[in-house]
């Protein structure tokens, strides 16, 4: 199966939040964890904080560290083989800020999209005469354009 880059992208947030969840109820900070392995703080902020994917020795030191579950482990060992940067990939957009294109990637790899508004209708459901209202309401010398 080929990966997106989206995919590779949410994979990596995935593998983030898992792993970090697996520190966290392993009741480990990160000072505990690279005290006592050979993992730097350094690596460690980079992986849980989805700058980088880890090697696949830091993953496996981490998850023996951690004590995680064999079903954990599957799953984990699932998202980082998904993360592995695909050759010949480009980003979503270059002219967006990462943050903006990882939102991206996350929404189209998102099985449900929840949304709550106390005061609009969401935006993906508006029409052009609401938006305008909705300015005008808000910015009434605003121009047309």
């Known amino acids: 199966m080929s990966v997106t880059a989206a995919q590779e992208r ?3 947030v995935r ?6 969840r697996a520190r966290k109820a392993a009741r480990l900070s990160q000072d505990d964890v690279t005290k006592r392995t050979k993992v730097s703080s350094a690596t460690l902020f980079r992986i849980e904080n ?3 994917r880890p090697q696949l020795r830091t993953l496996i030191t981490l998850l023996d560290f951690y004590g995680v ?13 998904q993360a592995k940067p695909q050759r010949g990939q480009q980003a979503t957009n270059e002219q967006l800020r990462p943050e903006y294109t990882l939102y991206m990637d996350l929404e189209r790899e998102a099985e449900t999209v929840l ?3 106390a005061a609009f209708v969401p935006g993906l459901c508006q029409t052009k005469p609401y938006a305008r209202a909705v300015i005008r309401g808000v910015l009434p010398n605003a121009s047309e354009q």
């Open 10 to 12: 949410v994979s990596l």
């Open 15 to 20: 593998l983030a939040l898992e792993l970090t």
């Open 50 to 52: 989805w700058e980088g």
């Open 69 to 81: 579950t064999a079903d954990l482990r599957e799953h984990i060992m699932r998202l980082w083989e």
């Open 115 to 117: 949304n709550w508004e």
